[in-house]
């Protein structure tokens, strides 16, 4: 079954920093009205999907963080040339001749611009980029500037969807991807009978921290819970066969372990079961450095979760050309939808 990907262009495209998600979230509310039985916000901002089960003595919980990586304004000088700090994780070098969007009163296109090359030493040509190397440049004059933009203002990159072979590029698939692929689950299980309550969870300010998942995780407090996120697929020249973590075109990948977690070997199991019986691709994953919202589910639930992911293999994390296998995110759906509907199924006893 092919996947949607004008709606995946739609979700990836809508700009959406942490702390700054409301975009998004307005999106997928509409997306889901009438699809779900009950859908609220907390205080966090974190949207929750409720689709009733036919028990409510277990609690499913499935989160798929909204916010993207990106900027926000800290000083605007006396050119009318901004200044910056990250939200969340960013390698330096790939900001260099990419075009972002600041959102004042009203969007404005502006460029990252550093040092020209010209004009640099050989020290400076030699030294790695830092982010402090860099400004954002409107092309507008410091009084337009301060008519529009504030300090506290965000700021997100600027990139739209391409399809590439089987594959599909864009910015922000991490995480975006997952609230896509959690979109469709709860679409494809509208008429059908699940087990047990299902609370897909549409969090906000994983990349600072998981904050969102950590609230949600509490509140819900999940018998079971499944991560959804991007991770590395570093099959590309150069990359020895033992730092792969995941390839493209090779499935969905189940989570066993990141530098956040360590997945209930039962869940894994389980996962692994599912997958098999329902003839869905999939590959294992061990992330050695990186954290998902299936942390904050494990570490918060109150009475405890079985908790496990769905990780997508994508390229060129963090980066404005991220990568995944649009068979990989058709097989991702498939893996959470039957993994909700079928957890009566196995025997979850402590070995």
């Known amino acids: 079954m092919a996947i949607n ?9 809508i700009p959406g920093t942490s702390g700054f998600e409301h975009d998004v979230r307005n999106f997928v509310k509409k997306e889901l009205k009438g699809v779900v039985d009950e859908m609220y916000t907390d205080h966090m901002g974190n949207l929750i999907a409720l689709k009733k089960g036919q028990s409510n003595k277990k609690r499913v919980m499935a989160a798929a963080h909204m916010d993207e990586i990106g900027f926000m304004v800290t000083h605007i ?11 969340g994780g960013f390698d330096p070098k790939t900001l ?3 075009r972002v969007i600041v959102h004042g009163k009203k969007n404005l296109v502006g460029v990252m611009g550093a040092k020209p090359i010209h004009v640099m030493t050989p020290e400076e040509r030699a030294k790695v980029p830092q982010i402090k190397d860099y400004f954002i440049d409107l092309g507008l004059p410091k009084a337009e500037v301060d008519k529009l933009v504030g300090i506290g203002d965000p700021i997100t990159r600027e990139r739209a969807l391409i399809e590439m072979g089987n594959n599909v590029n864009v910015k922000s698939l991490d995480n975006r991807v997952s609230v896509f692929i959690l979109i469709e689950v709860l679409k494809e299980l509208k008429k059908e009978k699940i087990p047990f309550d299902f609370y897909g969870v549409f969090t906000v300010q994983e990349e600072v921290g998981l ?11 999940p018998d079971f819970s499944f991560g959804l996120d991007t991770t590395i697929a570093n099959d590309t020249p150069g990359a020895p066969a033992h730092e792969m973590i995941t390839e493209l075109g090779k499935g969905t990948a189940i989570k066993v372990m990141d530098a956040s977690v360590i997945c209930d070997v039962r869940m894994v199991e389980y996962m692994k079961q599912v997958a098999t019986k329902k003839k869905i691709k999939y590959q294992l994953e061990i992330l050695t450095a990186g954290g998902t919202d299936t942390a904050g589910m494990q570490k918060m ?7 496990g ?15 995944c296998d649009k068979d990989d995110i058709r097989g991702s759906i498939d893996l959470l939808k039957e993994s909700v509907k079928n957890l009566d199924t196995f025997k979850w006893d402590h070995k």
């Open 5 to 13: 990907v004008k709606l995946l262009a739609q979700i990836c495209e």
């Open 77 to 87: 000088d006396d050119k009318g040339f901004i200044r910056f700090h990250t939200i």
């Open 96 to 98: 260099t001749a990419q």
């Open 211 to 221: 904050r969102g998942a950590l609230v949600a995780g509490h509140h819900i407090n």
């Open 301 to 307: 639930a109150k009475n405890g979760t079985i908790a």
């Open 309 to 323: 992911a769905v990780s997508i293999p994508t390229r060129n994390i963090h980066q404005v050309i991220e990568m």
